[in-house]
T-cell receptor, first 114, second 115 residues
Framework: AQSVTQLDSQVPVFEEAPVELRCNYSSSVSVYLFWYVQYPNQGLQLLLKYLSGSTLVESINGFEAEFNKSQTSFHLRKPSVHISDTAEYFC????????????FGSGTRLLVRP | DTGVSQDPRHKITKRGQNVTFRCDPI?????LYWYRQTLGQGPEFLTY????????KSRLLSDRFSAERPKGSFSTLEIQRTEQGDSAMYLC?????????????FGPGTRLTVL
């Protein structure tokens, strides 16, 4: 079985400050890793994913996440946040040998203040 | 790209009533997933279809829940004898053929409130 832990339910940060949203997972099999974002009143959107290769993956809007196998982590970072980054962020995994269902963490609400 | 659509967007019902939700996936996607999201939690997997075949069901899906995808296109999720604990956002997602690295596209969800 798999599980995903997002310890921070809410992260308040000032505009232009750096941010890190933490994600740890547990799995007995290899997994793919994802970050999804949910803006207010919108559906879930894929932000970035790690499948293989370089452990550092980037999104088009400046977010990056690094897969750390030894620490079973996939933390999301951005060096300078904008007001428009205010949203709920979900870390998710899917086992490579299964139905490809997503197992989500409980989410972290990023609140960017001016 | 019309995206994944869900209908209705909101449903308020009384305990004990039956409700049915519809999901229309992206047209070329043959995989369709249902998830449930309660307040303060991430989405939880309920079931998925490969074309019209229902291939996996979560233990969360009690016998009051039934899902169908009769022609491999749209899907319905029915909840019989609703309970207050069924109140949640029901999300549908679709993806192309069964590869884990194919992105799941989510619909806007149906918010169910059971009074």
């Amino acid at each position: 079985a798999q599980s995903v832990t997002q310890l921070d339910s809410q992260v308040p940060v000032f505009e232009e400050a750096p941010v890190e949203l933490r994600c740890n997972y547990s799995s007995s099999v290899s997994v793919y890793l994802f970050w999804y974002v949910q803006y207010p009143n919108q559906g879930l959107q894929l932000l970035l994913k790690y499948l293989s290769g370089s452990t550092l993956v980037e999104s088009i809007n400046g977010f990056e996440a690094e897969f750390n196998k030894s620490q079973t982590s996939f933390h999301l970072r951005k060096p300078s946040v904008h007001i428009s980054d205010t949203a709920e962020y979900f870390c998710a995994v899917t086992p490579m040998d299964s139905s490809y269902k997503l197992i989500f963490g409980s989410g972290t609400r990023l609140l960017v203040r001016p | 790209d019309t995206g994944v659509s869900q209908d209705p967007r909101h449903k308020i019902t009384k305990r004990g009533q039956n409700v049915t939700f519809r999901c229309d996936p992206i047209s070329e996607h043959n995989r369709l997933y249902w998830y449930r999201q309660t307040l303060g939690q991430g989405p939880e997997f309920l079931t998925y279809f490969q074309n019209e075949a229902q291939l996996e069901k979560s233990r969360l899906l009690s016998d009051r829940f039934s899902a169908e995808r009769p022609k491999g296109s749209f899907s319905t999720l029915e909840i019989q004898r609703t309970e207050q604990g069924d109140s949640a956002m029901y999300l549908c997602a679709s993806s192309r053929s069964g590869r884990a690295n194919n992105e799941q596209f989510f619909g806007p969800g149906t918010r169910l409130t059971v009074l």
